[in-house]
């Protein structure tokens, strides 16, 4: 027997010494113990008859099991006795072999409940009289496997879930016929042609790679048979993304795949869209395009100059004609390089601080020294200089625009000299003026005294002629009246053209007045001519306006006086004062000058005799009378002086008559004065 019974106690097994064994289970046993593979032989209803060392760690090395022989199996193995009785016992039932591959059995091994896969084969043992006496177990420990192909199949889930999530498109195209295989949601995006495109060939998905006489098809083509990757970028692609051509740019690679004999099977894309980024550049080579176009054509001179050394990129016609030089002496040269006379001016400074701090510097009527020819000339320019930035906002050079104003700075410095010249003259003039207005004050002064005063005299004399003769013929006393008459009219005169004559004098103060206390004056003055006449003046309520309050009171006195010197004999006279603040539009149609003030007018009307319309513009003439001086006192100076008056308060005043409604003053005056703004 040798091997059967070098290694167990045969006589603790229910059938005794192998001596006493049919021939079948002999050849059974000794397989069983010469085997490499965990066996064990099931014998009778449920008990473990034989196993071999190969089986022996199955059962554990806690010391729980050193023996099996004859045991139960649910004792010795209890682990997997619910996983191997159903299959022992239906062999036993059929007679028929069966197997059970990576079969999970939980066993009791290294101090703990391990999960252990088998692969299981049972095979029936037959005795001498073909009846089944037992089961023959083989056990083949496959747990590293299942692990492997589960570790497998996990990074297999992981990498699918991977290129689902990517933010790229991934597609696996196998076969020469590229049979889209598996790809995420950004290729079928891309592609635009719905998600049912698994096992459908490239060139049936996407027909206008075809169709456009695209390249990639047969780039793929090359790669698949060459087994080279394929990449590029930026590249435009012409794609039918649900029924509507696009076009896009991506960045992608041609990736192949190898089998187990190094032959290409498959290949990998990957595809990025940088359709945004390539529109961006294009449009900034554009941008930067027109840039150039535009400064070439511009019609002042201009340049860009990069870095900071300022190197001349570009500059126009206009730019190289105030430099003095030609375009191949400063193109591609630092500035102070092509242009050395430009060298301490100034401008390396002012080309410093633009460039590292982004900040436009403009100047007007610069001065500076350019070569012209052999000689050095002083050239005036205005000029701008401008940061100029990239995309990503930092400053690359700065943009020079440039021009030649020295033409407008020499007529300009010429016409200072002319208005310097003038203005000495101006001077000269003035203070001959200023001597002359001394002058005129000093007649003024002769005027109201020492030509007054022989009028006084042939005043007096003539009343005191008038009472030493006593009674005298008419005709002598007519001409005494005449006398007395003349003299009278001759001093009032004298004082009106003395107060017309200083309303010229400057430095008169305007203070803030209420013409309501001006006009309660005035008819305080009148109050024995109104009573006498018995004469009604109505006044609404004036308003407050900066002015030299005793012309206001000479203004008004002289328009109140004529409307009571002007009236019908037959009525009594009434005069009418309103005012009222101008709008803008009445202020435009009267054409004052200052839109931005607020302005009054204050209407004068009477029912006096009033004068024609066409007197109208005359009557503020000095020395004007439409009447003889027999009818009406007075000397024709009282509304050129009021005339004066409101011209000294940046003023109108406009006269309107009707004979049957007697004379109307508009005065327009200003709230405030410019002076005193």
């Not at 010795?76 to 009785?85: A, F, N, S």
């Not at 996407?206 to 590249?235: A, C, H, R, W």
């Not at 309660?520 to 006449?533: R, Y």
Request: glycine share 6%; net charge negative; charged share 20%.
């Amino acid at each position: 027997m040798g091997k059967l019974t070098r290694s167990y106690d045969w006589s603790k097994t229910p059938l005794g010494k192998p001596e006493y064994w049919p021939q079948s289970l002999r050849t059974t046993v000794a397989m069983i113990l010469s085997s490499r593979f965990p066996m064990f032989l099931w014998w009778g209803e449920d008990l473990i008859q034989f196993y071999n060392d190969a089986y022996r760690p199955s059962l554990g090395n806690d010391g729980k099991h050193p023996q099996a022989l004859g045991q139960k199996g649910f004792e010795c193995w209890p682990e997997i006795w619910e996983v191997i009785y159903p299959l022992i016992y239906q062999v036993q039932s059929t007679g028929e072999a069966t197997w059970s591959e990576d079969q999970l059995i939980p066993i009791f091994r290294n101090n703990k409940i391990e999960d252990v896969y088998w692969t299981l084969s049972f095979s029936p043992i037959f005795g001498d009289f073909d009846s089944i006496e037992g089961v023959l177990v083989v056990c083949q420990e496959t747990t590293q496997t299942v692990q492997n192909v589960l570790k497998l199949r996990q990074s297999e889930t992981r990498f699918e879930a991977l290129i689902a999530a990517a933010p790229i498109a991934i597609g696996l195209f196998v076969g020469r016929d590229l049979i889209i295989d598996m790809h995420n949601q950004t290729f079928a995006q891309i592609v635009g042609k719905g998600d049912n495109i698994i096992g459908k060939p490239l060139a049936e998905v996407m027909p206008e790679l075809i169709t456009e006489n695209q390249p990639f098809l047969k780039i793929l083509d090359n790669v698949y048979t060459s087994g080279k990757i394929f990449e590029t970028f930026g590249t435009r692609v012409d794609i039918v993304q649900n029924g509507i051509m696009k076009q896009g740019y991506y960045d992608f690679s041609y990736t192949p795949l190898f089998d187990a004999d190094e032959n290409v099977y498959a290949i990998l894309d990957i595809a990025v869209d940088v359709t945004e980024q390539v529109l961006a550049k294009i449009r900034l080579i554009q941008s930067e395009e027109n840039l150039r176009n535009t400064i070439l054509r511009a019609p002042v001179a201009m340049c860009i100059l990069r870095g900071t050394e300022h190197v001349v990129d570009i500059a126009n016609e206009r730019m190289i004609e105030i430099w003095g030089k030609t375009f191949a002496e400063v193109t591609n040269k630092p500035i102070f390089e092509g242009v050395p006379e430009a060298k301490n001016q100034g401008f390396e400074k002012l080309l410093h601080d633009v460039y590292t701090t982004g900040k436009t510097f403009t100047a007007q009527g610069v001065p500076i020294s350019l070569s012209r020819g052999n000689k050095t000339e002083i050239v005036f320019v205005n000029f701008v200089y401008q940061a100029y930035k990239e995309a990503d906002d930092t400053i690359s050079g700065i943009i020079a625009v440039v021009t030649d104003v020295t033409d407008q700075v020499l007529a300009r410095q010429k016409i200072e000299e002319i208005v310097a010249q003038r203005t000495t003259e101006l001077a000269e003039a003035n203070k001959a003026l200023q001597q002359s207005n001394q002058e005129l004050e000093q007649f003024a002064y002769i005027a109201s005294h020492d030509m007054q005063e022989p009028l006084r005299k042939v005043v007096t004399y003539t009343n005191m002629l008038e009472n030493t003769l006593g009674l005298i013929e008419e005709r002598s006393k007519n001409y005494i009246e005449k006398i007395t008459a003349s003299t009278t009219r001759m001093s009032q005169l004298i004082k009106d053209v003395l107060n017309f004559s200083r309303l010229s004098k400057a430095g008169e103060t305007f203070v803030p007045i209420d013409l309501n206390m001006v006009m309660e004056s005035i008819t305080t003055d009148f109050e024995l001519l109104i009573e006498q006449k018995k004469a009604t003046i109505n006044i609404t309520h004036l308003p407050n306006i900066e002015a030299v309050p005793l012309q206001m009171h000479q203004l008004f006195s002289n328009l109140i006086s004529n409307s009571l010197k002007f009236t019908r004999w037959e009525i009594p006279p009434v005069v009418n004062i309103t005012s009222k603040l101008l709008s803008n539009q009445e202020k435009s149609e009267y054409g004052l000058q200052w839109q931005e003030r607020n302005y009054f007018i204050i209407t004068v009307e009477d029912n006096g005799i009033g004068f024609k319309q066409e007197h109208a513009q005359h009557i503020f003439n000095i020395f004007q009378r439409l009447h003889i001086k027999t009818e009406y006192s007075g000397t024709g100076i009282g509304l050129a002086l009021c005339k004066k008056i409101v011209q000294n308060h940046e003023g109108e005043i406009l006269a309107e008559s009707n004979r049957e409604n007697g004379a109307i003053f508009k005065i327009i005056l200003p709230e405030k004065q410019k002076s005193i703004q």
